[in-house]
């Protein structure tokens, strides 16, 4: 069975700063999805980033990029340019590529931007 | 585009009483997913359906807890009789396969509380 593991709880930054959150997974799987998934208090899951596996270019989108290490079955979420609307919490989440299409989660990261 | 549509957003019941959970996913979406989240187990998939066949119901947690797709515009969950241990955040999720990568996209979740 796959897992995902985020290892730190709760996390802070100041406002304007980088801050890189941890993800791990275990999965006898080759070919996967990977994905950032950030909750705000209001608590819907909005999907922040995604990774296809076979890519072995890190995906970025604006301020987030990612560092995917596929042998070290390591994904982190890396924030740039921290902004007090990116306080929330954070989930890593995996996906087969075939069949399951069903998401693994970690249990989560809580991040605070202090002003 | 209207999103994956959840009602209703709060449910407060008691203990032993029917709860109905709906969803109704993105117009054009093949793919369905409710989701529990609590405290201690994080976020789980309950079950998912694939052009409104239950392909996974491994995470459905005993017989009190149901769901069924009877279209692809609407889904219920329904939990009968309900238990305190219940209560939860309860999201459905839609996507659609096509070929490229699909991801899900999340109702505003449902917050329900077994009194």
């Known amino acids: 069975a796959q897992t995902v593991t985020q290892s730190q709880p709760e996390m802070s930054v100041q406002e304007a700063e980088t801050v890189t959150l941890s993800c791990t997974y275990d999965t006898s799987e080759s070919d996967y999805y990977l994905f950032w998934y950030k909750q705000p208090p209001s608590r819907q899951m909005i999907l922040v980033i995604r990774q296809e596996a076979y890519k072995q270019q890190n995906a970025t989108e604006n301020r987030f990029s990612v560092n995917f290490q596929k042998a070290a079955k390591s994904f982190s979420l890396k924030i740039s340019d921290s902004q007090l609307g990116d306080a929330a919490m954070y989930f890593c989440a995996y996906r087969r590529r075939f069949g399951n299409e069903k998401l693994t989660f970690g249990t989560g990261t809580r991040l605070t931007i202090i002003p | 585009d209207a999103g994956v549509i959840q009602s209703p957003r709060h449910e407060v019941t008691e203990m032993g009483q029917e709860v109905t959970l709906r969803c109704k996913p993105i117009?054009?979406?093949?793919?369905l997913f409710w989701y529990r989240q609590t405290m201690m187990r994080g976020l789980e998939l309950l079950i998912y359906f694939n052009n409104n066949v239950p392909i996974d119901d491994s995470g459905m947690p005993e017989d009190r807890f149901s769901a069924k797709m009877p279209n692809a515009s609407f889904s219920t969950l329904k939990i009968q009789p309900s238990e305190p241990r219940d209560s939860a955040v309860y999201f459905c999720?839609?996507?659609?396969?096509?070929?490229?990568?699909?991801?899900?996209?999340f109702g505003d979740g449902t917050r329900l509380s077994i009194l």
């Open positions: 999720a839609s996507s659609r396969v096509d070929g490229a990568l699909p991801p899900q996209h």
């Open positions: 117009s054009g979406h093949n793919s």
